[in-house]
């Protein structure tokens, strides 16, 4: 409370784009247009505006060159103008630093404040923004392995039960998570929109940006980036899958920028949107909670993610997690994974070093 | 208004189940068990329960044994039990008939209200559901064609601008719509859920319904549904398509239970959830606006419809239609449609007798 | 016979390219290279020579600019270049026409013979060509709706049964044909490759062409390609589909080029390797023989097709089918087909016309 | 020769089905038909006889009951019934055991020879063959995943290039192979039906039969037979994929019966037909040559195959391989694999372990 009004959350409608610093603009370029087909909104010499074919928003991803490939923030649209000083207002009740601009931080988005949230993560909140030309039935530009939404944010956090308090606060819904029969918690997805997750928080050092996720419309639109990435010969940035997600249900593939950036690409999971939608708890032992078809999960995956930059454009400080690693506890020779219920064998562990 | 407290209306999350009376109970049930693969949560000799396999509430249709072929209730889910007072209280307000039933309506779905509402459409609201196993992940029982969710219901009516101001009031947003440049209203879609509709209306004499829709995940699921229609010798139930609509973009397809109910197989359309969402408003004229491919659309589709019935089980008497009919415009020797731009040529009229 | 030697015919490997003279080559590319992406081996200011995607040889179609758009040739591949000799001594016996070159016709083929057989129609077979590079891993160029080889030629000749002896002793097999009670042949369908066709006659006024087809690998790719045309607004431009074949089971669209040249996108057919492949024969009056979903067949895909040349470059005059058409027998008035089997009901006459 | 007179080759049409011995019927029966969806044409207590959804002879699998899992015969399908005494002859001039049964070895199938090859495998020729439905448009009974042909068989040998001039002495054609700057073959496809193979050897200690593949039509169908193994718990029977194969460039997955046997479920690979059908060589160190995508390769798929029997039923003695393996030249601390072309970096080794 401030003074007896109630300090309500901004409505958040989804999450929208990414303001991303990479460290060779033309290179990023190569990887996110000619690679994976996003449309240009609007260029220049040190910033690139990129749309999915179904959006209509100015863009979903903004590349800007600069000296530390990081996240520069995580921007949420809000459903009206007053849900920005609302986001304003929460945070700063919650002690974060945030700033307000309301011609808007880049190009094509108007009034937003920036925040630095109780995690370290930079959050951006708008909802001004300029309506550009939805591709959605332009076919004509479809591209085999054509992205078409953004999806959602993977973020890393060492504390996964606070940043689940701190994003309920804030009007997130839990749709999925991983626990073990301890109570530690070691990843949750977290949903505005009717979908698993606008925002996902894996366990481990941070903060940090696990990755990015867009969108396809079939499994086979994965597939060929796949094998696109291998005509390029750049399959070593493949760095897991495609496969099947226990949680989530999606079908992903994971792949990495010239920069490191992890980016997913993703389909089909499920509708959350019910006010009762049932969560579904998956205990870290159970070798298909990450793929459902059992296939191991790469070291790096759970090692690697992007630093974040506070408001001044510096790298946020990475904590290290105290909490049991998912990693330690499920790979290698402590690790202790079943594919079947218990009682029916089957074990896989050594598919999993 | 009642006494200076303004009645709202309730906060509706989606379309949720349509009840409906076939004259044939164990031929309807070939056709959405055995066909289509619905999955049987509960029947008895009177009625049968079916769910889609993404579906967490008890049902998504109840197939009931009846006299006359004809929709008892289209059903829609709200998010709060208050919600089922505010929309008894706000149809009431209306002059319109409602009737609550605290136990429910059918098995599975508890305190509900039905309403004749100002269409003369019977709607449900109910909160209170059972949940049942969400078969989300059982790929051990997704058969090649699986149905996954309830899409929307589409309902016939004479005056569309009438129908949509009332939904609109009720707080559903519109998509997309079709006119001409009279300013003749030919049929509109509108959302609660962030898809294109929940409910559509289709200019005709009504109130009827026009079809139930239930989406798959890929376009090769519904290929594989006409695939067994033809090899069970039913493609005469095969009314219209496959095609892609240039309303919704959806990849879609109309077949015919044994009653004449229109079932159509949809999936892709495409995400609404932002508050200013672009209106897609479409020139009846446009060839392309029902196909995208300009494929002709076969009159019964325009002309046939099912009954609905009021609450106390009577069909409701159908209403002609006094402003122009899409049939009329677009079809036959008075009909003029185009497929390209103005000044490009290209019209493919002799394709649609 | 020719002096006791016994002329043995030669032994052809597949159907390999079309020689196709167009009005306006500009035109010509923006359908075949813009829209369809085959891709181009070379081209100058008269002609094109194109491949689909896995094609190792030279071209699988030459664009030619011509004053009367008709087929030049249908090349086929034999197997040796011996073979070429037995092509053109088969023919001489029989009396037909031929010409032979030592260097080919067209760029990137050598030593072949074309003939005018004796349907009339001009037969090109070749052994020597040039390898160009297969592009099946260059998923780098792979577009959505990707051509990824030719599949068939398919002409229209009055005679059938004459054209089925007439191929039967070139060396073709019969895969499938479609039949009355009476004993007409409306079509056949013919192979060498292990494919269900690399010639199909189709009974009508010619000689003529009715279509050329290239396969894709899904039938996502079919659907593509429609959805392509409806966004460059050349929607009149698909002819028929897409659909399922009864026979041939495959998977297929029709379209016109600029010229009115059909042609056909097709997937999905079965091996016929086997030297006892099965015959299927299909009843004109079954409903599901040219649409498995029993959609209509437009009128136009009866009637119309292209002129074929002579060795001059002359149009060969169209000869009038006398058998009944399978138009009249199966559309109007007049046409009496089914689409259940006997016994079952379900005629679907009324969706014809 | 044998008295002057060649002994020519069979003319081998493709392989055609596996007589596989399993140690418990019902769990192998779990398996290929609950499971994987094959059809059963005969059954009784000690075989079944299961066959493709588009296949019309007999069967393309055998599974008997008995006391050691192993493969009791490679059948293949030769052109005329005068080929099985070709076969019987070239066999019997090479000094290979024979035995030939005018009754047939197996239900549904007629006079057939089975010899012990030079390679010591034991195959079947056989000409004459019950022919049944062919399902092909039987999609009432097409399942999600459906297996639609018998693909090829996958044979272990240690000396590549010598069972590679015994197969193309007996007219097998080679499409692709793995092989090494310093000259060591590693694996070859070689291939009757024009596809990329009806065989193939792969380097290692045998006789023994890597894997029996099936395909399926698309892409999507592969996916869904992971995903209900995940469904069915029994994840850990996918060994390996999916993935694409640069070999080949097929769409694969392998898995593994109860007695582990290994399963490939294939589909897309190219077409071969034509007489100089270009050969693709790999280099060992090619990382993307097993899979496209770079994914490893799990050390069992190197190591572990399925014994064969002799014509008495007894295991064949498996030989070690005495050239280098694939999987120590390619995995591990030895190994040295690239991803990119030489100079463009990319190695992915530590991906490999």
Redesign the interface.
């Given at each position: 409370m401030t003074g007896g009004t109630p300090v309500i959350p901004p409505d958040v409608?989804?999450c929208a784009y990414l303001d991303l610093v990479v460290s060779d603009l033309a290179a990023a370029r190569r990887f996110y247009v000619d690679l994976l087909g996003l449309h240009v909104t609007a260029e220049d010499e040190s910033a690139i505006h990129l749309r999915c074919f179904?959006e209509?928003?100015h863009h979903n991803l903004v590349l800007r060159q600069g000296p530390v490939p990081a996240v520069a923030a995580f921007a949420f649209?809000v459903?009206?103008p007053e849900d920005v000083d609302r986001a304003e207002a929460w945070y700063r009740e919650r002690g974060c630093r945030t700033e307000r601009r309301p011609g808007g931080f880049v190009r094509g988005v108007g009034d937003a404040v920036r925040v630095q949230d109780p995690l370290g993560f930079p959050y951006e909140f708008f909802h001004q923004v300029e309506?550009v030309e939805?591709l959605?039935?332009?076919?004509?530009?479809?591209?085999?392995g054509?992205l078409?939404?953004l999806d959602h944010f993977n973020q890393v956090t060492p504390d996964v039960p606070r940043g689940r308090a701190y994003l309920e606060d804030l009007g997130f819904r839990v749709s999925e998570d991983i626990k073990d029969a301890a109570g530690t918690t070691y990843a949750v997805w977290m949903h505005r929109?009717?979908t698993v997750h606008d925002a996902a928080l894996t366990g481990g050092n941070g903060p940090r940006m696990h990755h990015l996720a867009f969108a396809t419309?079939?499994?086979?639109d994965i597939?060929?980036i796949?094998?696109?990435?291998?005509?390029?010969?750049?399959?070593?940035r493949?760095e897991r899958g495609?496969g099947?997600h226990?949680v989530s249900?999606a079908?992903y593939l994971y792949i990495l920028d010239p920069d490191g950036h992890r980016v997913e690409i993703y389909t089909?999971d499920?509708?959350t949107?019910?006010?009762?939608?049932?969560v579904v708890t998956w205990d870290v032992h159970d070798?298909?909670r990450r793929d459902?078809?059992?296939?191991p999960v790469?070291p790096s995956w759970y090692t690697e993610a992007s630093l974040v930059l506070d408001l001044d454009g510096n790298p946020q400080p990475v904590l290290e997690r105290s909490d049991p690693s998912e990693l330690a506890v499920t790979v290698g020779a402590d690790g202790f994974s079943y594919?079947?219920?218990p009682g029916?064998g089957?074990?896989?562990l050594g598919?999993q070093v």
């Open positions: 409608v989804r179904e209509f928003i649209r459903r009206t309506h939805r959605t039935r332009r076919y004509d530009l479809y591209s085999a054509e078409v939404r929109k009717q419309h079939e499994k086979h597939i060929q796949c094998d696109k990435m291998g005509a390029l010969r750049i399959s070593d493949i495609p099947r226990g249900n079908f089909q499920y509708y949107g019910d006010p009762d939608n049932p070798n298909q459902w078809w059992g296939n790469v594919t079947r219920a029916q089957g074990f896989k598919h």
